[in-house]
């Protein structure tokens, strides 16, 4: 018995060490030939594409890395056709930058046929009363309308952006948007029946035009979705006549109530009350758009360095969408100069965060130049508060002038 049982168990395992042999062998095996696929591969396919990435480089103006990598999306090894494409953009006035600017977005666009896709889509833009830079400007910045069929798409969604709003400036702003190069038309009956929607509770039509072609995807919602957000806008106390609430439209549509809520949250830590976050989304819905890490690095400026109440912050929600860098942090600097050399109010309101560039300069810089001839360099960040040598009343480094120094 004994006998069997070893003879059963040698026999198992030789049978085992081969089944491991043969398994080893498929391994290999199976590794060999990936391998050589992939030298194959790796061989062949810079020599397969050569002739495609030195013609975007000569002809197009590529570099290396954006010619090898857009040789991916195309590959032609003859010449005669891009050569082609190229005369018919610069017949219609494209400049070698542009054509490079459309190339890059759509390499295939080399591989169009001249006569058969690209002048018929030309020959309409011009015939509608385009411009010649106006059709440059359309390409270069959504060049895969070229590609689009021209009776299915591009006059359609043409005929209807004239029905809505009418004057070419705003159809060429529209097709700008990659949205009425992807659009199915039957979203066309969804955005008329939305935008009747809107006519019926009094939104002028000058905003509808404007909503349509800035943001067509939010018209473009499912229309028991939609008329449910606009009721619910109205429901917040904004006036369907100001630009404001179609603004709350587009924020409501982008958002999903999650975000929403979470968005209200993170200003509640701030100790704002439900009731002044809704008074800020009304004067400004955009500030319901910022980022969690946004709110809270503003916050955190002006609340904890520059001494404002979250309350006094809240009527001014156009700060959360302000760069803190290039906006918020070098104008603070400036006005707690002024404030440290009693040249302005110290409970001076935050409506200076919005003002334009050349404005803020005039008013707060340049006006104060003989008395604080540094003043430009903070302002540009080259010079911190704290090298100026400003103290306090008490005699020590005002605690503000070293939190704003190190913010930078």
Not at 14 to 19: M, P, R
Not at 249 to 256: A, D, G, M, N, Y
Not at 292 to 298: D, H
Request: aromatic share 10%; charged share 25%.
């Amino acid at each position: 018995m004994s006998t069997n049982f070893f003879c059963k168990r040698v026999v198992s395992v030789s049978l085992t060490n081969v089944g491991l042999m043969f398994e080893i062998s498929k391994t290999q095996m199976n590794f060999l030939r990936n391998a050589r696929l992939l030298i194959f591969r790796s061989f062949s396919s810079p020599i397969q594409h050569s002739f495609t990435v030195s013609y975007l480089i000569n002809s197009c103006g590529f570099s290396p890395e954006t010619a090898l990598s857009a040789s991916r999306k195309v590959h032609f090894e003859t010449p005669e056709r891009a050569d082609s494409v190229l005369a018919v953009l610069r017949d219609y006035g494209f400049t070698n930058t542009q054509i490079s600017k459309a190339v890059s977005k759509y390499p295939s666009l080399l591989t169009a046929h001249p006569e058969k896709t690209l002048k018929p889509k030309l020959e309409f833009f011009r015939s509608v009363g385009f411009s010649g830079p106006d059709i440059v400007s359309i390409v270069v910045s959504s060049p895969f309308i070229l590609k689009r069929s021209l009776e299915n798409h591009v006059i359609p969604s043409y005929n209807f952006l004239k029905s809505v709003v009418m004057v070419n400036e705003n159809i060429l702003r529209a097709f700008k948007n990659p949205f009425w190069i992807s659009c199915q038309n039957y979203l066309q009956n969804t955005i008329a029946l939305n935008i009747a929607t809107l006519e019926e509770i009094g939104v002028p039509m000058s905003n509808i035009r404007s909503l349509v072609t800035r943001q067509p995807d939010v018209v473009s919602r499912n229309r028991e979705k939609f008329s449910t957000t606009v009721k619910k806008i109205i429901e917040m106390g904004f006036n369907p006549l100001r630009l404001s609430f179609l603004k709350a439209v587009e924020v409501s549509c982008q958002l999903t109530e999650f975000t929403f809520e979470h968005k209200m949250e993170v200003y509640r830590r701030w100790g704002l009350t439900n009731d002044e976050i809704m008074s800020m989304f009304r004067l400004d819905p955009s500030c319901i758009r910022s980022s969690e890490k946004k709110i809270m690095s503003v916050m955190d400026f002006l609340v904890n360095k520059m001494g404002w109440e979250p309350a006094a912050i809240g009527r001014y929600p156009f700060v959360f969408y302000r760069s803190l860098e290039k906006n918020i942090i070098p104008r603070c600097s400036v006005r707690k100069v002024l404030q440290m050399k009693g040249l302005v109010k110290k409970d001076l309101c935050l409506g200076f965060l919005c003002k334009a560039e050349k404005d803020f300069l005039e008013k707060f810089v340049v006006k104060y130049e003989q008395d604080v001839p540094e003043l430009l360099n903070v302002y540009q960040g080259k010079i911190g508060i704290l090298e100026l040598g400003f103290v306090s009343e008490k005699g020590d480094k005002t605690v503000v002038a070293s939190q704003l120094h190190s913010s930078k």
